[in-house]
């Protein structure tokens, strides 16, 4: 597709919807050799973390699959019945917001940018976003599109003005809307430059995660169904992933170097099927040259997952309706932690926490704790 993109001058570039990693050849200088370790007797190997799920909360009745944390203390949520979450003190004590006149829409994806200010969207009939600056107390409508079969799946921004939302295929060609001001105006992609869809392929707003910045000025975004593509400026990529069912296909992609100049090069995939989601058939890609050659899990994920985020160093955190798994080298290998389901999973933007939300209004935070047992596994 061509969605257009701002870059440091304010100039535009095209984006794609549902695609693969960047796959233009950057020249790249030789890695550093690294600081000679000294030598000790008996060398331990590291120990990897322990990792356990902390559940913060819980409310009946509410699914949350939209998660923003702006740092360690201050975490958005957003829901099923009109439900916006906020919490101030890291998930201790919480603010539940229903949205007037939205109590039977349903938010599936939110953007926060501190504590007074996000960005929520309701996903159809119609398709709306609106914009709180007072934390939540009024809600002004930003964007409205009340075209038949409209319906948005996720959001992301680059920074504070300048974002994207994704939505599913109308007439044939997926949905894209950009703003340059923080949400407040938001200007739609022209139908010819929007990327085709093949028969039955959609997008799942099953996360927030199925669009992702690549590095500092583009942005890409999977699709599902009968086929699963990765989109990148104006080309297509085929995933490896399971796909050919409406209920199937990739659901979220994590994106480790995006803060870099020429980023984009280091993707995961994750999907399957959420209709038999302990399946670990084709659930999991990942690339290392934006998307040239794609590589299956030695240890793939426990089953479908709706969410992937890098998490620090060569950590990554997949979660979905089956569980949540844990790898410890950049999703080569995947440790079950729990075999309660979670539909999002958010490292902190400013911080190291991670959290969870998911069904019930169950919103959890990750730790991990290095064993005392290994002195030797102890970094000073």
């Known amino acids: 597709m061509n969605t257009l993109i701002p870059r440091g001058s304010g100039a535009l570039l095209i984006c794609c919807f549902f695609a693969t990693i960047l796959n233009s050849a950057i020249a790249r200088q030789s890695p550093t050799s690294p600081t000679p370790v000294p030598v000790t007797q008996n060398p331990t190997p590291t120990q990897n973390p322990t990792p356990t799920i902390h559940l913060l909360t819980t409310g009946p009745h509410t699914s949350l699959r939209g998660l923003s944390a702006v740092n360690d203390k201050i975490i958005w949520v957003s829901g099923s019945a009109g439900t916006v979450g906020k919490s101030l003190d890291g998930g201790k004590t919480w603010t539940w917001i229903a949205v007037p006149d939205y109590e039977k829409r349903d938010f599936r994806d939110i953007e926060a940018f501190d504590a007074k200010t996000a960005i929520i969207m309701a996903i159809a009939e119609p398709a709306d976003i609106l914009k709180t600056t007072d934390g939540g107390l009024t809600w002004k409508l930003v964007y409205e599109n009340t075209t038949p079969g409209m319906f948005l799946d996720a959001m992301e921004f680059w920074n504070i003005k300048s974002g994207i939302v994704v939505g599913d295929p109308v007439n044939g060609r997926f949905f894209v809307t950009r703003s340059f001001d923080g949400g407040d105006t938001w200007h739609d992609i022209p139908f010819i430059e929007l990327p085709k869809a093949d028969t039955g392929e959609g997008c799942f707003a099953s996360s927030g995660t199925n669009v992702r910045n690549l590095d500092r000025d583009e942005a890409c975004f999977v699709s599902g169904g009968p086929n699963s593509r990765l989109f990148i400026r104006d080309r297509a990529i085929d995933l490896p992933i399971l796909q050919g069912k409406t209920t199937t296909g990739a659901n979220s992609v994590a994106v480790k170097d995006h803060n870099t100049l020429h980023g984009g090069q280091h993707l995961i995939v994750v999907g399957g099927d959420f209709a038999k989601d302990t399946l670990r ?84 935070r990750l730790d991990l704790v290095q064993s005392l047992s290994n002195p030797m596994s102890q970094k000073p």
């Open 281 to 364: 058939e084709k659930n999991c890609f990942l690339t290392n040259d934006g998307g040239k050659t794609w590589i299956a899990p030695a240890t793939p994920p426990h089953g479908y997952r709706s969410c992937v985020e890098y998490i620090g160093g060569n950590k990554v955190l997949c979660c979905g309706t089956s569980g949540v798994d844990i790898s410890y080298d950049n999703g080569m290998n995947w440790t079950p932690i729990t075999t309660t389901g979670y539909h999002v999973c958010r490292l902190a933007k400013k911080g190291k926490t991670v959290f969870l939300a998911g069904s019930n209004g169950r919103i959890a």
